[in-house]
């Protein structure tokens, strides 16, 4: 059984900063990418930032220079620093992991429960 739970989210004011925390926990075997998505209201989840198990990054557009993702693989987790923040990055913010489950053959696509940024005065 594999578990991916996030942590961090809240209220945050304009200009604010944020870190949003993950971490995946069960009988994994190895974990390749990991990544944080978003989704706002009304519009399709988006990739955020990604970053390899050899820690390679990627990010949205909308988000370099003020979003920094970063993991540990030593404790399976991955975090996402936020800051400069502004009232379009409100959205409940995903983790996403492709890894290799215990007992597992293939790699799998396994999803937090999301955790809930609102950027608002």
């Known amino acids: 059984q594999v578990q991916v739970v996030e942590s961090g989210g809240g209220l945050v004011q304009p200009g604010g900063s944020l870190r949003l925390s993950c971490a995946v926990s069960?009988?994994?075997?190895?974990?390749?990418?990991m990544a944080w998505y978003r989704q706002a209201p009304g519009k399709q989840r988006e990739v955020v930032a990604a970053?390899?198990?050899?820690?390679?990054?990627n990010y949205a557009e909308s988000v370099k220079s003020r979003f920094t993702i970063s993991r540990d693989n030593a404790k399976n987790t991955v975090s996402l620093q936020m800051s400069s923040l502004k009232p379009e990055d409100t959205a409940v913010y995903y983790c996403?992991?492709?890894?290799?489950?215990?007992?597992?053959?293939?790699?799998?696509?396994?999803w937090g429960q999301g955790t809930q940024v609102v950027v608002s005065s």
């Open positions: 069960g009988s994994i075997r190895n974990i390749n990418g």
């Open positions: 996403y992991a492709d890894l290799i489950a215990s007992g597992d053959l293939y790699i799998r696509s396994y």
């Open positions: 970053i390899t198990s050899g820690g390679i990054t």
